[in-house]
């Protein structure tokens, strides 16, 4: 199958940081050490022959480097740039004429080495800097007039990689400023080139069928970027800022691939000049152009027809491939050796020839023909060289490959044999899926079948699918089906492999406990069990027993008190801090709503809501020393339209100052909601409530069903919102009944012994001593890690059966190791408890917090410490229900009031959230999230992330008694680099993923 282009860049963007990973971990291998046994400006560690896999001979070496540096002379840089500079060769020969040079490259070990050689020249003009060439964005208040990418292009991850780097630089590129690339590689002789790889590496004689297997198998195992020039004569409707191009193939006499497959290319920035016409003569030989030279040549001509003898036999056989039979036989090229000695002679004479043209005053340029695969159309100028094109228009249809194409097979398979299987029979079903860049085609247009490459064992894409067989198998297939949105589902599958998370996890729960009466253990589903093994032990679990129904016969009414749920041992007025103002643990939402706004439908939406759920309307009372909870009426709640509000200093300050009012704990309602315009057709919506009134996942479905509200409201309907079978009053009246003290006696045992032994406070190095009582105060710092990160983190909790969750959480524990003296630490984790599903769409506080102790050693690696994880986190969810408050006052009777009691660091992770709230009810408004006001900092560090449609979105909270912003700043973005460790090496050392996160420049030294 050939994918469609859009799927193709779609990939690349998930593929783009694990190939950089990758190509990171190469050149850092390649280059450690190499500094110390070669001359500072002659490093060619890496630079080996794809033919023999021996270095490149230096004088073929020097040869390359001398045209590069020369290329870059002719464009008289002032102030350059440099991305990829390796190990200097080509900085330390045009440096000395620049007035500024900054350069960056992936390599630590290269640039250690490139550092020392501009100290031992007392350069002070040349600056170096850790990154890929997206770090580029770091220099927004620089500009320079060159950029150079050497022998750089074909590392990057793909074109779509390569577009984003360029819109990033041309930004710093001032006007008439060029960007070179060098050393591209000629996607249109691939076919070629790798021809005679496999020639080169062939013991004897081969068959035209086995050679094109050869090719295709190593064409499909490309990890390199390949680019036709017919995708820089394109490049101008991507980038319309380009006014200029040339394409201009590698001179010389040495026999190599980067002289003979590779070009070099240069942009300009700026409006197109018009271009004269180009008078065109013909020559076939280095004599007829020479005689051209001699006879009265004009001063700006091109001449076309003329072979390139580099790549002539190669192009011969490759068409060859194509029409001669598959027994046919084809010579080796042994040792690597290219080039027939009359060859060599034939591209000694082409140079003579243009080294002759230069004497007569011409600069001269050769560019690939687009008449012939083996041809070169020459340029020649004598004041100026004209534009470095080909004489016929580039018309190439394939403009890139997709580097390791191959790699994609496994992870499509799945997505197709869904899609198939709901509408095919099970024998039809393809077992083998293979992709392809583009399928061959006959010279009519169709696909050639005798062409298709056959499939071998790295590239093939296998899924077994095992029928469930009892009526408790089908039972869970069908469940799994409908919560994970999946079409089929076998019984080999595994949870997480087929796109599960801690919350699906819970809600699988939810509903297999709903359909059947039996019982699937969180901790089962949550150590990445098969479904054959969570079938089984639902057959072996017996029915739950039914005596306390969870839907009352006679649900709380108005005016009755009934006990908090355990999970309310969180409200805000118990356990209050004393020297803190009662606001200080008030939440607030805040979210814009633009367009056309009913002020009045949307109160009556406001008035719907606080009716529809009791808990808002719900005050807490005290009653012979213990407080209970008593239903309010709804009638009299209003939402307050605020005076206009200008500007988003003036909106930040209104909402502080909202946040701030106290909440009375025995008053009617639990909630305040205003309306605040900040222009005509934008208003905010803010909803303050009390710490412990209700969770995240509730605060999901008040915005969703307010929207919803109003929508009906606006036009004068009824909202389709079903019926609430019970609030939240009655569920912790059901609470009460059905968790006995046993119970809870059994989880209190269990978290004695989990947290046993581990000291009072985390030992964190911090910029400030702590002080004898916390002020709470706090600040936050945000990132982003990018969707080509997440999905590398999720492939990587698919294979090691375990959740997003569980991976970023064990990434926080690494990132904390580095900053802690201990090996083991705890870290405090907020848990949703709905344990059945008719609570899904209760408003109310479902949330206990849970402690989780791994182990951070340095020298573990981290998929060790990520089973840990999996193993402690499932056994959480399994005890659960003991209120996070009573554990704390018994392990710590007499809380320390400078920190937090059993933990100090705190994550969570924010469940990508559903559709749009009300979408399709409220079609004219657009609902955004605004950034309230943070609140305290209940904790030393409280990490949490969020999944989104880009990627991850994240923001560490810290305590300002102990930190300054500079280290959290650092801490966030070392946290983000450790991802991309861990999502590349996951079988690191923990300490190896700090050391290589601390590489760049920007990350944290501590970690």
């Not at 850790?130 to 292009?153: C, E, K, P, Y």
């Not at 008694?961 to 991802?979: C, G, I, Q």
């Amino acid at each position: 199958m050939s994918p469609t282009p859009q799927w193709l860049d779609d990939a690349a963007r998930e593929q783009n940081a694990t190939l950089l990973d990758q190509w990171q971990r190469v050149f850092e291998d390649q280059y450690a050490g190499t500094g110390d046994v070669a001359a500072d400006d002659l490093n060619l560690a890496g630079w080996d022959s794809s033919y023999t896999g021996i270095p490149v001979p230096e004088a073929g070496m020097l040869e390359w480097i001398d045209g590069t540096v020369r290329r870059i002379a002719e464009m008289r840089p002032r102030r350059l740039l440099e991305i990829g500079c390796g190990t200097g060769l080509l900085l330390f020969r045009y440096a000395d004429a620049c007035e500024s040079v900054h350069a960056f490259d992936l390599s630590a070990s290269a640039l250690a080495d490139v550092r020392r050689g501009v100290e031992r020249r007392g350069w002070s003009h040349v600056t170096l800097e850790q990154g890929d060439a997206l770090s580029v964005g770091r220099l927004a208040r620089r500009t320079f007039d060159t950029i150079v990418l050497n022998s750089v292009a074909q590392y990057f991850p793909n074109r779509v990689y390569l577009e984003e780097a360029i819109a990033r630089m041309l930004p710093l590129l001032e006007d008439g400023g060029r960007i070179f690339i060098g050393d591209v590689r000629n996607l249109d002789l691939l076919p070629a080139h790798l021809g005679a790889v496999e020639r080169s590496r062939a013991a004897g004689r081969t068959t035209v069928g086995a050679l094109v297997e050869q090719v295709r198998r190593r064409r499909r195992q490309e990890s390199e970027l390949l680019l036709s020039p017919t995708y820089f004569d394109r490049l101008a409707e991507r980038f319309p800022e380009l006014g200029g191009y040339d394409l201009m193939a590698k001179r010389g006499v040495e026999d190599n691939e980067m002289s003979a497959y590779r070009y070099d290319v240069v942009l300009t920035k700026g409006t197109a000049a018009p271009v004269e016409p180009l008078t065109w003569l013909e020559a076939d030989t280095a004599d007829h152009l020479r005689a051209l030279l001699e006879n009265g040549a004009p001063d700006r001509f091109g001449v076309s027809g003329v072979r390139n003898p580099r790549v002539a036999d190669d192009v011969r056989v490759s068409e060859g491939l194509t029409r001669w039979s598959s027994s046919h036989e084809v010579d080796p090229l042994p040792g690597g050796v290219r080039l027939a000695e009359q060859v060599t002679d034939e591209v000694g004479e082409l140079e003579a020839a243009l080294l002759r043209a230069e004497e007569l005053g011409y600069r001269v340029a050769a560019t690939w023909s687009q008449d012939r695969l083996d041809g070169l159309d020459l340029v020649f100028g004598r004041d100026a060289l004209p534009p470095v094109r080909a004489r016929a228009p580039y018309r190439q249809a394939h403009l890139a490959n997709f580097p390791r194409i191959g790699d994609l097979g496994p992870s499509v398979a799945r997505t197709l044999k869904e899609h198939l299987s709901a509408r095919l029979p099970q024998y039809m079903l393809p077992s083998v899926f293979m992709l392809l860049e583009e399928l061959p085609i006959t010279p009519n247009g169709k696909v050639d079948k005798r062409a298709l490459p056959a499939p071998d064992e790295g590239a093939v894409a296998k899924e077994a699918y095992a029928a469930p067989r009892t009526e408790a198998q089908r039972t869970l297939c069908r469940v799994l089906e409908e919560v994970l949105a999946v079409s089929r589902v076998g019984m080999e599958d595994s949870f997480f492999a087929l796109g599960g998370h801690s919350l699906l996890a819970v809600r699988l729960n939810l509903r297999v406990r709903q359909e059947t009466g039996r019982e699937l253990p969180l901790q089962l589903i949550l150590t990445g069990a098969t479904v054959t093994e969570m079938a089984a032990a639902m057959e072996e679990e017996p029915s739950a027993a039914e005596a306390v129904p969870l839907v009352p016969a006679v649900p709380v009414g108005e005016g009755e008190e009934v006990p908090l749920s355990l999970q309310q041992n969180d409200l805000w007025f118990l356990g209050h801090p004393e020297h803190l103002e009662a606001s200080y643990d008030n939440a607030q939402m805040a979210h814009r709503l633009t367009g056309r706004l009913d002020r009045d439908a949307f109160a009556r939406a406001v008035q719907a809501l606080v009716a529809r759920h009791a808990v808002l309307r719900t005050g807490y009372v005290r009653r012979d020393g213990n407080v209970v909870q008593r239903v309010n009426n709804a009638t009299g709640f209003e939402a307050t339209v605020t005076e206009p509000v200008s500007g988003e200093d003036a909106l930040a300050e209104w909402l502080r100052d909202e946040r701030a009012r106290p909440f009375v704990p025995e008053g009617p309602y639990a909630v305040r909601i205003h309306l605040v315009p900040v222009a005509d057709d934008e208003h905010v919506v803010v909803l303050t409530r009390p710490w412990g009134v209700f969770d995240g996942w509730s605060l999901t479905i008040v915005l969703s069903e307010l929207m919803v509200l109003y929508g009906a409201s606006s036009r004068g309907g009824l909202p389709e919102l079903p019926e609430l079978p019970l609030q939240y009053a009655d569920y912790a009246r059901w609470q009460r009944e059905v968790l006995d003290g046993v119970l809870l006696d059994r989880q209190r045992d269990y978290w004695k012994r989990q947290l046993d032994g581990l000291p009072a406070c985390l030992p964190l190095r911090t910029d400030h001593p702590r002080r004898p009582v916390k002020s709470y105060q706090g600040a936050k710092v945000a990132f982003d890690v990018p969707q080509s990160v997440l999905a590398r983190l999720k492939r990587l909790g698919q294979e090691r059966d375990v959740t997003l969750y569980m991976t970023l959480l064990s990434a926080f524990a690494v990132l904390l190791g580095g900053h802690a003296d201990d090996r083991e630490l705890a870290i405090g984790s907020p848990v949703t408890n709905r344990p059945r599903a008719e609570l899904e769409q209760v408003v109310g506080y479902f949330v206990n917090t849970v402690v989780i102790r791994l182990g951070v050693a340095p020298d573990r690696v981290f998929t060790d410490l990520l089973a840990q994880t999996r193993q402690v986190t499932g056994e959480a969810h399994e005890h659960k229900d003991l209120p996070f408050a009573e554990l704390a006052g018994d392990l710590v009777p007499e809380a320390d009031p400078s920190y937090s009691p059993l933990f100090q660091v705190m994550f969570n992770l924010v469940p990508n959230p559903a559709a749009a709230a009300g979408e399709g009810e409220a079609a004219d408004l657009a609902v955004s999230p605004v950034a309230a006001d943070p609140g305290p900092a209940k904790y030393d560090l409280n990490l949490t992330v969020l999944e989104t449609d880009s990627g991850l979105r994240g923001q560490l909270e810290y305590s300002t008694d102990l930190f300054t912003r500079d280290t959290a700043e650092r801490m966030a973005r070392t946290y983000e680099l450790l991802l991309r460790e861990i999502a590349a090496d996951p079988a690191a050392e923990l300490a190896r993923l700090r050391a290589r996160a601390h590489a760049t420049p920007d990350a944290d030294p501590t970690a």
